[in-house]
């Protein structure tokens, strides 16, 4: 049985685990970590987030070898700063299917000829840049570019030139648009440019095109702020909770940097006068790791204080929710979570809620400042004092 080798601390024995399996059975057995306080084991399902089993996790999993490596330029198109249709349509772009060129001619019979200039083939390469009427849209932008030099391996290149700046892209005038913004509207401008021309047989002109281009960015501009000062106005500060000082208030982060992090707490009392603070050096998986053990820091240092009275605050909104709702949400970090939840239980006068950033910032910039110079230490009030401006 497992449990013959522990010890009696709980401890596993691993010179004892060396005497019965080899090396490399034993080193994995020795890596497992252990549920805290006798917490049952639990049946998971290892591809989703909170190990539940459901059919649509299963079929990711059946074709997840199927996937590749997922790259980087799905992410960037969908948090690319321009409405969700022309996200879309740099999606269709990137996987070379939108009804152009050799997929109408294979389905329909069209001939082959750019519907622009009638000249050259009817593909996306030609009518973004080689076309003699793209050549002219993207020359007279606010960038001045010569497009009929670009070329491209392959539709992924060509999204990822769009969404990002080329080194050799002079920068617009101030106020302006960022060039992937503009990039993107001008090949979805043309792309339809090219669809009215196929289907309605419409006369256009470049500066129709560009100008329309402009046009579509300057309000889906305008509609985001409009909708940002809607929020504002509706929301003003939406989640913040009514902060009820405790006699201890303990506030946690955490700065990542790549495979580490540093972590941060910092108390006050009642008063809003400081009282402790405290950074750590860890291993981390995840930014939600990382905030996980700066509250278990922050457990720690309150079990040391022999605080019976104390208020936790975190700016991760998932970490809060799952400790309030004692559910774990994700499953490699069970034993971490089960520490949270059993401290909360041995003492009811514990609470962690969440707050924003805004409201962190003295554990915020601390944590960043450890991160910067390695600490991970107590901190004196003389080194948190820069971090804090008016106290709790």
Known sequence: ??????????????????????????????????????????????????GSFTVSQAYLSLIKPRLGRCSNVWKEIWKAPVHERVKLFLWKVCKDILPCGSRLRTVFGNESHCTMCSDGEDSIPHLFFQCPFARACWFSSPFGIRSEGLVFGNMLELVNWIIHSPPNVPPCS??????????????????????????????????????????????????????????????HHPCQPQLVPKDFNFFSDAAVRGSCAFVAVVVFNKEGAFVEALTAKVSVSSALHAESLALCHAFSLSLKMNCKDASFYTDCLQLANAVKNYSISVWNLSNIFLHLFSCLKLNTGLGVFWLPREANLAAHKLAAWAALNNVSRVCTAGEVAPFVATGF
């Open 1 to 50: 049985m497992l449990s013959n080798f522990f010890n009696e601390r709980g401890e596993l024995m691993i010179e004892s685990l060396a005497e019965w399996f080899n090396p490399r059975v034993g080193s994995q057995i020795g890596r497992v970590e252990l549920l805290s306080n006798g917490d049952k084991d639990n049946l998971i399902w290892r591809d989703s987030t909170d």
């Open 174 to 235: 101030p106020g302006g648009p960022s060039f992937p913004q503009f990039a993107a509207y001008l090949c979805y401008s043309l792309w339809n440019a090219r669809n009215k021309v196929f289907h309605n047989g419409s006369a256009l002109r470049p500066q129709d095109v560009l100008s329309n281009c402009l046009k579509l960015m300057n309000d889906f501009t305008a509609s985001k702020s409009r909708i940002s000062l809607e929020r504002l106005e509706v929301l």
